[in-house]
């Protein structure tokens, strides 16, 4: 089917290649496709590349669409043979397809980093198309076009006074999706007396229930199984550290309309809400409802040992103490169910005695493949 459509795109733009090219590309591809992760069939998917290759511009937008569906091992294949057949057409005096490459470029249906290579040949070939093209790209899937854009439309945004300005900008900040460029936008929304809300534009997750300190002496904690592990009860008592009795409580994050560096804003500060405690874990636990099945990253940032669970699976573990803290630290990716989810972070603390090592938080957001908000809400219990 791929075969087909690419043949009739060519077809329409006056340069189709012959049949038997395009038949020659794909079965080519298909040899490239059968490598494995582990590398087993390199040997083959070499002298498929060799071939791939030999076949010029007739291969290059069969190469590209067929990334669509490509493992990373694979994509590595397929890549290096779109730079091997530029460089070859280049070293021969022959022009990129610019009109094919615009086509594929605009075609949202292709994968991000494919359409991304496209656009980046298509720019050397046609220096205005980025002129042409960016402007509407501000809500485009892939990151790294988005930002383009989102940079493109910045240097025109600041030229601007007064409402005009606030307005350009505020629709900027519903594209951003960039950590630099969103604390660039918000800033300039903030001296033009707007409050540009990182919580609803980045998923910022606020509203937990805590319970904690529970014993993590010399680091036991981080793979103890406490209560809160095995089930959620909002209403337990549990035995924690030095068997004090400790419950939920809950608590929200109060975003201060003055910062704009997204590291800063939404952060939960366990020794805030819970107390100074060394040796220390703590949970914190929210609900999250969709109203739909649905694929999430969960993108957080910890000062200290975490741990992450989505609807009773752990989907991340790092223990590492007070190595910093940043945006979108870490990555987990995970599946909403349609209706509510439970999200549990735990976080502990270890003995370290330095002033910089008494800080215990974590920063944690719920996004989309391009790093913005995902259409849910928080459900916990009043």
């Known amino acids: 089917m791929r075969l087909a459509v690419i043949a009739l795109v060519l077809a329409s733009a006056g340069l189709a290649p012959a049949a038997n090219s395009l038949a020659d590309a794909q079965k080519h591809l298909d040899r490239i496709k059968a490598v494995s992760k582990e590398g087993a069939g390199n040997q083959e998917a070499g002298a ?7 076949l010029g511009l007739d291969a290059l937008l069969p190469t590209l669409a067929a990334m669509d569906d490509a493992s990373p091992t694979v994509a590595n294949w397929l890549r290096s043979a779109v ?5 070859r057409e280049k070293a021969a005096g022959k022009k990129l ?3 094919e490459l615009e086509g594929f470029v605009t075609d949202r249906k292709h994968k991000p980093d494919a359409r991304r290579l496209a656009y980046e040949l298509l720019a050397d070939v046609d ?6 093209l960016l402007p509407k790209m501000l809500d485009d899937p892939s990151r790294e076009l988005r930002r383009d854009a989102v940079a493109a439309a910045l240097v025109k945004a600041e030229k601007l006074k007064g409402d005009a300005a606030k307005t350009e900008y505020t629709r900027l900040f519903a594209a951003v999706r960039d ?9 300039a929304l903030t001296k033009l007396g707007a409050k540009p809300d990182f919580k609803a534009q980045f998923g910022l997750v606020t509203d937990w229930m805590l319970v904690g300190p529970f014993d993590s002496t010399k680091g036991a904690g981080f793979a103890a199984v406490y209560e809160p592990e095995k089930k959620v009860d909002l209403s337990a008592t549990y035995k924690g550290k030095g068997e004090a009795e400790v419950k939920w409580v809950r608590h929200t994050v109060e975003i201060d309309p003055k910062l704009v560096k997204l590291e800063e804003i939404g952060v939960v500060d366990l020794k805030k809400a819970l107390g100074h405690h060394k040796d ?8 999250i409802e969709s109203d739909q099945e649905r694929p999430v990253e969960i993108r957080f940032g910890s000062i200290t040992a975490i741990k992450v669970f989505l609807n009773g699976k752990q989907v991340f ?4 103490y007070h190595h910093g803290m940043n945006f979108d630290q870490y990555k987990a990716l995970g599946t909403l169910k349609a209706g509510k989810n439970e999200l549990l972070v735990k976080a502990c603390q ?4 330095e002033s910089f090592a008494q800080v215990w938080m974590f920063q944690l957001r719920l996004a989309d493949a391009t790093g913005g908000a995902i259409p849910v809400k928080v459900a916990l219990p009043r």
């Open 350 to 353: 270890n003995d370290q005695k």
């Open 97 to 99: 397809p610019a009109t």
């Open 317 to 320: 573990a790092n223990e590492e």
């Open 280 to 287: 220390a874990a703590a949970y914190a636990y929210t609900v």
């Open 83 to 87: 730079s091997a057949v530029v460089e």
């Open 48 to 54: 498929a590349w060799k071939d791939l290759v030999a």
């Open 179 to 187: 950590e630099d460029q969103a604390e660039k936008v918000a800033e």
């Open 127 to 132: 220096p205005k198309a980025p002129e042409r």
